[in-house]
């Protein structure tokens, strides 16, 4: 099973743990120091850009975000999140971050595309 990008082998079961993803993912991201923002954008499926949103630094949000475009092979400034991905970020960060990333978590929960940048 592949949840946030990592490989969990099927003897784990289809319920892992929240802190065996959230240490793959920080072991991922690596060291967080030189990023300062992460910014995501929202569109239609038609690409009419609907608004732009920062997420706070120091939480898991951040960091899956910054792992996620670190890993990404898709070009460009701004990469493509995939439903998969945006929703398994954002179940695991509603329940660590709370109401840190409730609000940009209610909004990935949607149907509307979301890219990301960081720097």
Same mark, same amino acid.
Request: glycine share 6%.
């Given at each position: ?35 300062? =923002? ?13 608004? =732009? ?67």
């Amino acid at each position: 099973m592949f949840i946030c990008g990592y490989y969990f082998p099927a003897s784990e079961g289809n319920k892992i743990e929240f802190s065996k993803v959230i240490e793959k993912v920080i072991t991922g991201a690596g060291d967080l120091s030189a990023y300062n =923002t992460v910014e995501l954008t929202s569109e239609t499926r038609e690409g009419k850009q609907l608004e =732009t949103i920062s997420v706070e630094k120091g939480t898991f949000l951040f960091a899956a975000l910054v792992d996620y475009y670190k890993k990404s092979e898709i070009k460009g400034e701004y990469k493509m999140i995939f439903y998969t991905n945006k929703y398994q970020i954002s179940e695991i960060s509603k329940a660590v971050d709370k109401e840190k990333t409730a609000d940009i978590c209610k909004k990935l929960d949607d149907m509307n595309l979301y890219r990301v940048k960081v720097a």
